[in-house]
C-alpha cells in the first residue's frame, strides 16, 4: 500500500530534524575537540560581517587557530553553560559570554600576537540597506559628473530628481541620500555604491581569553555577564 502524503510528510519532518540533530552535534564535538587542542579561545563580536573577508581573515590564521559561528546556544552547550558541566575549569564563563553577534576562536596564538591580530582588523564595504548611516551625504543641485547619462533613469528610479541636461546628468534639486544616525535605505544603499561611499566597517572586537591558567575579561560593563576575571 502507498504512503499518504501525511505519511511522506512525516518522514520527510524526521529526516530534517535527524539530520540538524546530527548538524549540531557534529559541532559540539568539534568545538570539544578544538578545545584539548589548542592553547586558548577568545569570544569575538562582529561588526557588519562579510562572509567573504571573514573567511579570507580566518584562512590567513588556519596554521594557528580555529574558529567557530553560529547558533550561540549551541557552543554554549560544547563548552558548558555552568561549573558543573563546563568541560574545563572556567569555561562556562566563555560559555555566558557568547551573545548576539559572536563567534568562539580558538587557538595557539600567544594572547599578544592574537590580541594585535584582532584589534588591528577592520574592513571598508559598502553599507547594506538597513544599516546606520555614519555620516550625512547631500548632493547640490547641479550637474552631476561622475554619473554617465546611461545612469540617468536607473537614479531616477532610486528618487533623485535628476534630468539630462545636453547629454549630462543634472540634479535639479539638493538631494540628501541618507542623514548621519539614521537607517539607510535600499534606494539610498544603491546610490552610495554608484558613488563608491563606503560606510560599512567589518570589524571584529575580542570580549574575553581563556587558558588552563586564567581567564581575561577585555570589555567591562557587560549586562547580565556576572563574571569578574580571575
Known amino acids: 500500500m502507498p504512503k499518504s502524503k501525511r505519511d511522506r510528510a512525516e518522514l520527510t519532518l524526521s529526516k530534517t530534524k535527524k539530520k540538524g540533530r546530527e548538524h549540531k552535534e557534529n559541532i559540539v564535538n568539534s568545538i570539544r575537540?578544538?578545545?584539548?587542542?589548542?592553547?586558548?579561545?577568545?569570544?569575538?563580536?562582529?561588526?557588519?560581517?562579510?562572509?567573504?573577508?571573514?573567511?579570507?581573515?580566518?584562512?590567513?590564521?588556519?596554521?594557528?587557530?580555529?574558529?567557530?559561528?553560529?547558533?550561540?546556544?549551541?557552543?554554549q552547550v560544547a563548552l558548558g553553560r555552568s561549573d558543573s558541566d563546563e568541560i574545563r575549569t572556567g569555561l562556562h564563563k566563555v560559555s555566558k559570554l557568547l551573545r548576539g553577534d559572536s563567534g568562539l576562536c580558538v587557538t595557539n596564538m600567544s594572547k599578544e600576537e592574537a590580541q594585535r591580530i584582532f584589534n588591528a582588523y577592520e574592513d571598508y564595504d559598502f553599507a547594506r540597506t538597513g544599516s546606520i548611516a555614519t555620516e550625512t551625504v547631500e548632493l547640490k543641485e547641479g550637474p552631476l559628473d561622475q554619473f554617465t547619462h546611461e545612469m540617468e533613469p536607473f537614479l531616477r528610479k532610486q528618487g533623485m530628481p535628476v534630468r539630462l541636461n545636453k547629454g549630462v546628468v543634472e540634479l535639479v534639486?539638493?538631494?540628501?541620500?541618507?542623514?548621519?544616525?539614521?537607517?539607510?535605505?535600499?534606494?539610498?544603499?544603491?546610490?552610495?555604491?554608484?558613488?563608491?561611499?563606503?560606510m560599512a566597517t567589518f570589524k571584529l572586537n575580542l570580549i574575553c581569553r581563556w587558558s588552563p591558567e586564567d581567564f581575561e575579561l577585555y570589555q567591562q560593563g557587560l549586562e547580565g555577564s556576572d563574571i569578574e576575571s580571575a
Open 33 to 75: 575537540e578544538a578545545v584539548e587542542q589548542y592553547s586558548s579561545i577568545y569570544v569575538f563580536s562582529f561588526e557588519n560581517m562579510r562572509n567573504l573577508k571573514f573567511k579570507q581573515f580566518r584562512e590567513q590564521l588556519k596554521s594557528t587557530s580555529r574558529f567557530f559561528l553560529g547558533s550561540n546556544k549551541v557552543m
Open 173 to 198: 534639486g539638493d538631494f540628501v541620500v541618507c542623514e548621519e544616525g539614521k537607517p539607510i535605505s535600499p534606494e539610498s544603499s544603491r546610490i552610495l555604491r554608484l558613488m563608491d561611499m563606503k
